[in-house]
Structure formats: structure tokens, C-alpha cells
């Protein structure tokens, strides 16, 4: 990083939980947050230049996510040091239900897909240039879901998940020789306002016994964007309490 230089974050997803503290750690760091959202900005969100560094985006649908690129690139000074693919969908069914691959409707998967998987290299491919100058990093949110059947996440979020653990190496060999770093991070159970009833069942059996907090997950993001990982990528890094193990 140039001496003085502020770095500059894309992060997706950012109006809750994970992306929410996610959004709140890099700017305690002096970073400055461009955010993604579907929704408008909420004046409410507690960072500074919130407003005017927000894109307003639906990133289930292909062509609003391939526009906004030339919204986005118009943010920048042609350099951007992360880029956080961190918005994610998992339907449910009636009354909270898990969809299974016996009752998930052909547009419900394709939605999710676009969102949580096509959304990611959407992105990538088209700030290549500038995730290239600044030699910066990506970060993909995937899930404990993708290695394994869960309880609750259904079946179009976790395949959608696996797929982009594997788009993280695909993308961490294509993108390496122009000094930009792809790592995923695979969160367990985490306190937010959307856990599952029943979760309090899955922690009784981790190693650690407790949800994990966003913010823990964000400080890993934060590593794994910073100078303290320069020698890391095409990993996928479990945060989890040893839900994996």
C-alpha cells in the first residue's frame, strides 16, 4: 500500500449480521466501505460517507449486478484493495420450513444461484482491473452448509455454497498471477437476528459450546484482507467452534 494511502472495501450484504459488523470492523480500520444492497441506504447504519458510498443493487438478477459494475468502478480511483462477497438467500418453506431437492422449485434455485454464487465472479471479473492495481484480496462467504447436510440451510443455499468454495480455488489459481489473493471463510452457527429454532441444539454439541459472534467472523475477513495474510490464498477457512471436525 502507497504511504497514506486509505483502502477501499466492496462488501455485499452488508445491512446485517456478519456484513454488518463486517462493515463496522473496516472502518474502525480507516478503510472506506462501499456497500451492496437491494435495499436503499439506511441512515441508520452507524459508519461514516455511508449514503454516498452505497449501490443500490438486486443482485438476483444478472443484468442490475453486470450494471453495476460501471456504478461501482466510478467509485474508485481505478484501485480496490478488497472485494467481500458476503450476501447470501436461503429460502424457506412453509412455516420456516428446509427446502429439499424434492420440493425446491427450478426459479427459487436458480435465484439463489445468482445471488450467492454468480454474484461473486460477476463481481470479480469486472473489477479485475482494479482488484489487480491495488493487488488486493477477495473474500467469499460460503457456509458449514456446503460441506455437509444441515438442519436448516436447504438445499439450493448449500450446493450453492459448495460451488463457491470451488470457485474460490478456480478463481484464487486465475487471479494469483495478477497479485489478487481469493480465500473463503465458512462460518458455523452465528448469533444473528435470523438463527434457525433448534440451533440451540447444534451448539450444545460443538467443542466450544457457544454461538459464535459476528463480529469474530468479521476480525477473520479482516485478516484475511490485510497484509498479515499475503502468503494465503485458495483456502477456506472454517469459523466455526469445530462444527467441522
Same mark, same amino acid.
Given at each position: ?9 466492496? *462488501?455485499? &450484504? ?35 460517507? &455511508? ?9 438476483? $438478477? ?10 461501482? %468502478?466510478?467509485?474508485? $480511483?481505478?484501485? *480496490?484493495?478488497? *472485494? ?21 422449485? *427450478?426459479?427459487? @434455485? ?35 452448509? /456446503?460441506? %455437509? ?19 474460490? %480455488? ?17 462460518? /458455523? ?32 475477513? @479482516? ?23
Amino acid at each position: 500500500m502507497m504511504s497514506g494511502e486509505q483502502r477501499t472495501l466492496l *462488501l455485499t &450484504g452488508a445491512s446485517r449480521g456478519i456484513g454488518h459488523a463486517t462493515v463496522k470492523r473496516f472502518s474502525a480500520g480507516g478503510w472506506r466501505v462501499l456497500t451492496c444492497s437491494r435495499q436503499p441506504f439506511d441512515p441508520r447504519c452507524p459508519w461514516p460517507g &455511508g449514503e454516498e458510498n452505497h449501490i443500490q443493487v438486486d443482485l438476483a $438478477d444478472p443484468e442490475q449486478t453486470i450494471a453495476a459494475i460501471e456504478t461501482i %468502478r466510478s467509485k474508485l $480511483d481505478g484501485r *480496490l484493495h478488497a *472485494l467481500v462477497n458476503n450476501a447470501g438467500i436461503s429460502p424457506k418453506g412453509p412455516g420456516g420450513s428446509r427446502l429439499s431437492t424434492l420440493d425446491t422449485d *427450478l426459479r427459487t @434455485w436458480g435465484h439463489v444461484f445468482h445471488v450467492n454464487f454468480f454474484a461473486p465472479v460477476v463481481l470479480a471479473r469486472g473489477l479485475k482491473d482494479e482488484l489487480a492495481a491495488a493487488k488486493g484480496a477477495v473474500v467469499n462467504v460460503t457456509s458449514i452448509a /456446503g460441506s %455437509r447436510v444441515h438442519p436448516f440451510a436447504g438445499a439450493a443455499y448449500a450446493t450453492s455454497k459448495a460451488a463457491l468454495a470451488a470457485l474460490t %480455488r478456480e478463481m484464487a489459481h486465475d487471479f494469483g498471477p495478477m497479485g489478487v489473493r481469493v480465500n473463503a471463510i465458512a462460518p /458455523g452457527e452465528v448469533e444473528t437476528s435470523i438463527l434457525s429454532p433448534g440451533t440451540e441444539k447444534i451448539v450444545e454439541s460443538l467443542p466450544l459450546r457457544r454461538l459464535g459472534q459476528p463480529s469474530e467472523v468479521a476480525d477473520v475477513i @479482516w485478516f484475511l484482507c490485510s497484509d498479515q495474510s499475503s502468503y494465503v490464498t485458495g483456502a477456506e477457512i472454517e469459523v466455526n467452534a469445530g462444527q467441522h471436525v
